[in-house]
């Protein structure tokens, strides 16, 4: 049995080996969970995750022999079964399944190592393919901005043109509009011009016309004088017409020539009378003393 010496030498053993146990199971935790956020913000496989939980087991169960070898309970039992002295060969077995224990775990501590490698190589491949992809996203946006500002561009130059047009439209109806009121007002100006030429021309035929018959009439109310005076009657212009009248037998008589006295001319101011000789015979009465106008002078 070990002495007492030994067996509190053995328990501070025992008790550094559980905080070591602890305090890397604590560090090997907190490094999985850095990995395992990593891992979930990248969206990287747990694959690794079960392994790290199974060489944390065989850790705490290592410690927990290693305690439960060295405990107080063990002693007490030796104590009491008088557990026989270990052979040299049996601690030469515990101390080669001490030693393959502890390969295996420099083994799994390597393999961790490695595979702890691959998950930051993984991560860094991951930063890289995201920092691509935000290179990506912006260059896309460069893009879409681009796009988008040629866009306005065009859509402002389009409103450009159809305002020109629509100015230039505007100004040739305007035009049309200008030019067919001028043509209507020409029109218009040239009607008014052929009818007050044409109204001048009335007037002026109306008035020659007037003329004509005024010198016509004159003329035949010469030629009736001249025809009057050369059978010697005498005529006196008078304002109304009358028939013609028989005058008695007098030296001198007067007729009524009712023409004389037409529209359009001017009173006579001289006295046109023609003196009808007396025709004096035996047995002729005052009827046949009368004498007549002929019709064919136009007076009756």
């Excluded at 995750?49 to 070898?69: C, D, T």
């Excluded at 007050?196 to 005024?214: F, M, N």
């Excluded at 059978?231 to 028939?243: D, K, N």
């Amino acid at each position: 049995m070990a002495p007492p010496e030994h067996q509190n030498v053995v328990i501070l053993r025992v008790f550094e080996v559980l905080f070591w146990v602890l305090e890397h199971i604590f560090e090997k935790v907190e490094g999985i969970g850095r990995s395992t956020a990593r891992l979930n913000q990248g969206r990287v496989s747990l694959s690794l995750f079960p392994q790290v939980v199974k060489i944390l087991f065989l850790l705490v169960a290592e410690a927990a022999v290693e305690a439960r070898k060295n405990s107080w309970g063990a002693w007490l039992s030796s104590l009491v079964y008088k557990l026989v002295e270990e052979s040299e060969d049996e601690k030469a077995r515990k101390e080669r399944a001490r030693q393959e224990k502890r390969i295996e775990k420099d083994l799994k501590e390597r393999r961790l190592g490695s595979q702890q490698a691959q998950l930051q190589e993984e991560q860094s491949l991951l930063r890289k393919a995201k920092d691509n992809i935000d290179a990506a996203d912006l260059r896309d946006d460069q893009s879409i901005r681009a796009v988008e500002a040629r866009t306005r561009e065009r859509e402002a130059r389009e409103w450009l043109e159809r305002e020109r047009v629509e100015r230039e439209t505007a100004k040739v109806e305007r035009e049309r509009l200008a030019k067919v009121w001028k043509q209507q007002q020409q029109q218009r100006e040239k009607e008014a011009q052929e009818a007050r030429e044409a109204l001048r021309k009335q007037q002026a035929e109306a008035r020659a016309g007037e003329l004509a018959r005024q010198v016509k009439l004159r003329r035949r109310q010469k030629a009736l004088v001249d025809e009057l005076d050369s059978r010697g009657v005498t005529c006196t212009p008078i304002t109304t017409t009358a028939a013609p009248v028989r005058l008695p037998r007098q030296p001198a008589a007067t007729m009524v020539v009712p023409e004389l006295c037409d529209e359009g001319m001017p009173q006579m101011s001289e006295r046109l009378a023609t003196e009808i000789p007396q025709q004096h015979g035996k047995g002729k009465t005052d009827r046949d003393s009368e004498t007549k106008i002929p019709r064919s002078m136009g007076l009756l």
